[in-house]
């Protein structure tokens, strides 16, 4: 890929929101190039920083960047169109998912808080924005979604305090589409477990910033769960389960 295809990745390879070829190219520039790699780290920090800050963004910025994202569509799904038979029209995604949750409103409040100009945080949310929903991953979780035939399982914490929802295909594909899980620290990951047969395995890992993760669910498995782990993921769970859910039964 040329510098510019790999730059316009950058935003959603710091979401871990890539394909494993499109990553494995990411880090082979990244290595050669100084201000790629200058990039991607100010995304994360940027996410983290919002994973730990305590104060509150100033009256109107979440308003002005709700109306801001209201106006979007979904990402061309022109070739995700719907089966024969199914409905039509558009549809959208939950907002959280529509800005890639974490990232995007992560840079929007951040910069508030940190009272940079208004000019500079429309340009930032907007290009990562873009970014994000032009991603494979985001083109994916679309398809999941629109499809008429898909099951949503709604995953909660005890308390009720955290939540999410994956869209599950026929075919076992699975997309990790809303959550409001926070943001990992580096060298940490989510990782989600499936309950069949009795047994918990695991069904792969969701990264640091899990929006649009996807992975696959067999037709045994009827609970799924997710855990935070080290970096690489963990053969058995080590960490408390922080949401989970029953699959629905086939209608």
Request: proline share 7%.
């Amino acid at each position: 890929m040329t510098h510019d295809e790999l730059q316009s990745l950058l935003g959603a390879y710091a979401l871990d929101a890539v394909e494993d070829d499109e990553a494995r190219d990411v880090e082979r520039h990244l290595r050669e190039c100084p201000r790629c790699r200058a990039e991607v780290a100010n995304h994360r920090e940027t996410a983290a920083l919002m994973a730990s800050v305590g104060a509150e963004a100033p009256a109107g910025v979440w308003d002005r960047i709700s109306a801001a994202l209201d106006d979007d569509p979904l990402p061309d799904t022109a070739a995700l169109a719907p089966r024969p038979g199914s409905p039509r029209g558009r549809r959208r995604l939950p907002m959280r998912v529509r800005v890639a949750a974490a990232l995007g409103a992560a840079v929007a409040a951040a910069v508030a808080v940190l009272s940079v100009a208004t000019v500079r945080l429309d340009h930032r949310v907007g290009t990562l924005r873009r970014t994000i929903l032009a991603s494979p991953a985001a083109q994916a979780a679309t398809a999941a979604l629109i499809d008429p035939l898909h099951r949503d399982v709604r995953l909660t914490s005890a308390d009720g305090r955290l939540a999410a929802q994956v869209a599950l295909r026929l075919t076992g594909e699975a997309y990790l589409v809303d959550t409001d899980l926070p943001v990992l620290d580096r060298g940490r990951t989510y990782q989600v477990w499936g309950l069949a047969g009795g047994r918990v395995v695991s069904l792969g890992l969701l990264g640091a910033t899990p929006v649009f993760a996807a992975f696959r669910v067999e037709d045994t498995v009827t609970q799924l769960m997710v855990t935070s782990e080290p970096a690489g993921g963990v053969p058995a769970p080590d960490s408390p389960v922080l949401i989970q859910g029953l699959i629905p039964v086939r209608a």
